[in-house]
DNA sequence: TGTTAGCACTCTTTGTCTCTGAGTGCTAAT
DNA sequence: ATTAGCACTCAGAGACAAAGAGTGCTAACA
């Protein structure tokens, strides 16, 4: 492919991303040195090799699926951030809350710097381990089952039964959790493992049933993925999108887990393309995974059009990402030296 | 008022309310008997005393807020509920469920039946009694308080310490929170309190003040109101509403808060009127308490068009309050005489 | 042979105009 | 007090023209 012609592709597809209008002849001349005829020409080759397109016969050109991708696979320029503007982002993260709200102070600032949805995907590894589980009563025949993992996510299920627990059948049913679950990887909580325990309850084991069903669902809870959304705002009020599929996508939002896969590593950039099953129209999904203790915890990801500014948003996102990789391996850092000077001090292990 | 021009003033409204129309005087017709000019000059007066409006001069008319007023006050007929009705509405509730989800449902078929969105406020009321707070160790320096009221609601907060607590600490520490805070109003955590008691922790003092400071903001956030909105997707493709408006409000949900107020005691009728702060022009919110041991729990309520099905909406709120107010009831009942048959048998008392 | 100036052509957008129909207010008759 | 009749108003739809942006093609040029 001639490189004057990826030169005047990446012209229209940066110009189109400023302006939002399609692109004449007469715009690219200020990016590439040739006649608006010569230009001309080219845009019309472009075309019937499908990376443009024409709105309408008199119209200048707008990028198509491929245009795109081309563009952001090879020739877009990303920016380099600065010290300061490094700085700037830093400002906008709570560095010091807790995990979760670490992650949404990105996701927040995302949405203000892009005008963009973003998008927080947290999974609990498979393999994570049960640190605790509880049951604890609440009030008349209301009992709440606590389940705590080794990665720190904290979930809670409320249950009513049929009959209050006595005592006994309570304490019995606790130790029982305790001894047999505690450590152990959550996925392995099956529906056989369930039954297990349910014979395991002996005389116990019709009061308990329903407790364990919900033990079954709160595992599975656990590990599903977490996908939290914010900034909808921004996809309703950008007129690139339909809003009626803007809206339909608010109302059944599962639709995007898809793209926050946890087996997806690195960068990722999807295009909703046409025989894609995405429902919005012209846009884009950008993610970066975040890590802790070296396993990916989660993704972070910008949904927008497609006409984005990828060459200041990919960074944005990937310096989140990397700085929250970043402050939850410190932390991990700083409590495993603190740790071992503690037990210089005294043996306290209470974890 | 002449009997005569209120039929008018009714016949007005019913008919906006199914047409979403300017309604004119041959329209009125069907419903009162008058020629058309007797209704236009009935009209022209319900018009200089504020009822009725002409979004121009030559269109039907519109009710005001306060022909709206009129109308809900004293003009509307409310359907009554058949027993086949009621059946219907009954199978959309999750009568099983837990109180939460009960609340839902309603909240879910409330959005089904009337196209309009869904909320509920469900309150923690201030005498509400502290029934569980315990500080659980969840990772490195991560902490979970958990806190769970008399009226069986559960919260916890996580929080990030600088030090690991010995198990002394966490020991003396929750030993010190079940001691004085269990079945203490939730209302009496104040900073004077949380003050006090990091004076009684003496040495530990230093260490345990970020986990004081979250417990305050936890026994704050149990006492918040907490308010759901369900079905934003029948306001935004609502045509009597301004999308901006719309959008605007879904962004900052808070602004409901003062319609679901506690005090309220009953059926309560809100309509957006110019002077008000509330954003959405023309929409009109309808709510509707639902108790639970005699107390009120929550409001269940509509956030719609004014030109809403008023004859029909309002029953099916109340009558989902109702429900729900008597599936609660019923919950504790049950319970009451299951605990009294416990007590005959044995004496456990685990609450 | 690749590039460019020039020109006719296409198509959207915008504005203007007219026509239509629904609904009104007013007047005069009942 | 009510009603029939009529002139009037105004929003909305449709037709049409003008403007403007951008194209494709042809012919000239380096």
Redo the contacts between chains.
């Keep these: 492919m001639d490189s004057r012609k990826l030169k005047i592709l990446q012209a229209v597809v940066d110009e189109y991303i400023v302006t939002g209008e399609p692109v004449g002849s007469k715009a690219i001349m200020a990016h590439v040195k040739a006649s608006s005829a010569t230009i001309r020409n080219e845009m019309a080759e472009l075309e019937k090799q499908g990376y443009l397109e024409q709105p309408h016969t008199s119209a200048g050109r707008i990028p198509t699926y491929n245009g795109y991708r081309l563009y952001v696979d090879t020739l877009m320029e990303r920016d380099q951030l600065t010290d300061e503007e490094k700085r700037a982002l830093d400002s906008m993260l709570d560095e010091?809350?807790?995990?979760?709200e670490l992650v949404n102070s990105a996701s927040l600032a995302l949405t203000q710097l892009t005008q963009c949805a973003s998008v927080v995907a947290s999974s609990t590894p498979k393999f994570s381990l049960i640190?605790?589980v509880e049951v604890?009563?609440?009030?008349?025949?209301?009992y709440?089952i606590?389940m705590?993992t080794?990665?720190?996510k904290?979930k809670?299920k409320?249950?009513?039964l049929e009959?209050?627990?006595?005592?006994?059948q309570?304490e019995f049913f606790d130790k029982y959790l305790a001894e047999n679950l505690q450590g152990m990887p959550i996925d392995d909580v099956s529906e056989e493992m369930i039954e297990k325990i349910r014979t395991a309850m002996g005389a116990y084991m019709v009061t308990l049933t329903p407790l364990l069903g919900e033990l079954f669902n709160l595992a599975k809870e656990m590990t599903a993925q977490d996908i939290k959304l914010q900034g909808?705002?921004n996809l309703?009020?950008c007129k690139d999108f339909d809003?009626?599929e803007i809206?339909?996508f608010?109302?059944n939002q599962k639709e995007i887990e898809k793209f926050f896969n946890d087996s997806f590593s690195d960068l990722q950039i999807s295009f909703s393309s046409e025989g894609d099953s995405f429902a919005i129209h012209n846009s884009s999904i950008i993610s970066a995974p975040f890590k802790k203790g070296g396993v990916q915890a989660g993704r972070l990801g910008l949904i927008g059009p497609m006409r984005i500014n990828y060459s200041k948003f990919i960074p944005y996102l990937e310096y989140f990402s990397q700085r929250i990789t970043t402050l939850l391996s410190e932390?991990?850092d700083?409590?495993?030296r603190?740790?071992i000077e503690?037990k210089e001090t005294?043996e306290?292990g209470?974890?």
């Design positions: 010091n809350a807790s995990e979760e640190s605790k604890i009563p609440t009030g008349k025949r209301m709440v606590l705590i080794s990665n720190g904290i809670n409320v249950c009513r009959f209050d627990l006595t005592h006994e309570l909808e705002k309703l009020t809003q009626g809206i339909d608010l109302d932390r991990d700083d409590t495993a603190l740790e503690d005294e306290g209470n974890s």
